[in-house]
């Protein structure tokens, strides 16, 4: 993939990844393979609720209330366009 | 290697496969239990390396990272970790991300899995080499301006005024109505542009607002895309966005990213043009493919949360 891409926007420092962009990232993408131990933390209800309660809090309603943990308080990527009234 | 030198028990974390790189840039990294980061090749591949740490089982075994992933603040440092280290590595090379916590009892393990899935991962290389991925949410505000662009009848009185505030305020639902549809076109527009310019876009679940330090209050969260761009193609990617400046929208680019999500089990299920995604419930794994394309989130009666209301109602 030869990053360092070109210079649109400037690479982020990951500091400044939001922990959102990041989770559904790192939980719900890349390879699956089946580690000889992954299989049951993959399969850790607690961490699915979590992981749904963070990402789509609309359909949990009324689960645990990781929210206010996790949420980040950092701003996202920098706005390009900005056209809010 | 399946102990440390103290005879703790260890077992193997790996964070990506990819092709062969200069592993002096793993030096400066620290992995999610701390420790170095090296690189596992299986005899007879010479084409995929595997990235990992050797993490104590006491700490990061299964029963311990399984635990550690249910606590947020360990979730997000242990995320955070897995990402630079992935990051780290798509600087230097064509890189599979796997996802979070893949773990084996030891390196052999490792290679064992490197030989059986080869073909798997060598495709996946192939699709993901110069590519990055990069994530783009636009959020769109109904302003209250536009919602109150509705036709008045003045000086209605006494029996009339009821009737004319009714009429009044029905118009201005209809203005407001109007102002999100169109914001919901030129959204659409926007997901077509972007597949102009970027090889494959997904869809990924919309984000509600309490959930995204992102959103300002009144907007919503119309699309929320991640889009792979071949590196000759991201200055014309930024580019098109660029032109997305429009009243009522508001466009953040995040990236560039290695490819996650283009590299899952169901990475060749691309997303066909629509926009706003199906079910803000869904994870993206699940969005692809057997939604009818078009505007599951956008199409009929507007829901709480999907796209705000005018910050301001029409006063009485």
Redesign the interface.
């Known amino acids: 993939m030869s990053v360092p891409a070109p210079q649109f926007p400037p690479p982020l420092p990951q500091a400044e990844t939001s922990l959102v962009d990041l989770l559904d990232r790192v939980l719900a993408g890349g390879v699956v393979l089946h580690g000889e131990l992954v299989l049951s933390i993959a399969d850790v209800p607690l961490v699915r609720i979590d992981l749904r309660a963070l990402i789509a809090p609309a359909t949990v309603g009324g689960t645990a209330d990781p929210l206010p943990l996790l949420v980040p308080t950092e701003a996202g990527p920098p706005a390009v366009g900005g056209g809010r009234p | 290697m399946s102990s440390l030198p103290d005879d703790r028990p260890t ?1 193997s974390y ?1 964070y990506a ?1 990819c092709r062969p790189f200069d592993t002096a840039t793993l030096d400066a990294v620290a992995g999610i239990g701390g420790g170095p980061v090296h690189t596992v090749a299986a005899d007879g591949l010479d084409d995929l390396v595997a990235v990992v740490e050797t993490v104590p089982v006491e700490t990061f ?2 029963e311990a ?2 635990q550690r ?2 606590d ?2 360990e ?2 440092r242990i ?2 970790a ?3 280290v992935v ?1 780290t590595v ?2 230097s ?13 030891d390196d052999d ?1 490792v290679r064992n ?1 490197l030989r059986t ?1 080869a073909d798997r ?1 060598r495709s ?1 290389l192939e699709e ?6 990069w ?1 783009v ?1 636009v ?1 769109g ?1 109904v ?1 209250a ?1 536009a919602a109150s662009r509705a036709p008045r009848r003045a000086g209605a009185t006494g029996s009339g005024a009821g009737r004319a505030y009714l009429d009044r305020r029905r118009n201005e639902r209809a203005a407001a109505e109007r102002a999100r549809a169109e914001l919901l076109r030129t959204v659409s527009e926007l997901d077509a542009a972007l597949r102009t310019v970027a090889d494959q876009v997904r869809h ?2 919309l ?2 607002p ?5 959103s ?1 209050p009144g ?1 919503a969260n119309m699309l929320n895309a ?1 889009c792979l761009v071949a ?1 000759e193609r ?2 014309a ?3 098109e ?2 032109r ?22 169901d990475r060749r299920e691309t997303d066909q043009p629509e926009t706003g995604g199906s ?7 699940t969005t692809a493919g057997s939604e009818a394309p078009g505007t599951a989130g956008f199409g009929g009666a507007p829901e709480p ?1 999907r796209l705000g209301e005018p910050s301001r109602e029409a006063a009485p």
Do not use: C, I
């Open positions: 077992a790996v496969v075994g299964e990272l399984q992933l249910t947020p603040p979730l997000e995320a955070r897995h990402n630079d990051q798509g600087a090379a064509a890189t599979a991300p796997l996802r979070l916590a893949t773990m084996y009892h393990g899995v899935e991962l996946t993901v080499a110069g590519h990055t991925e994530s949410k959020y505000t302003s301006e990924l679940p984000r509600p309490s959930a995204d330090a992102g300002k907007e991640a590196d991201v200055d990617f930024g580019a966005l660029t997305w400046t429009l009243p009522g929208l508001r466009v953040e680019v995040g990236g560039p990213w290695v490819p996650y999500s283009f590299t899952g089990p079910d803000p419930g869904q994870p993206s794994a949360g």
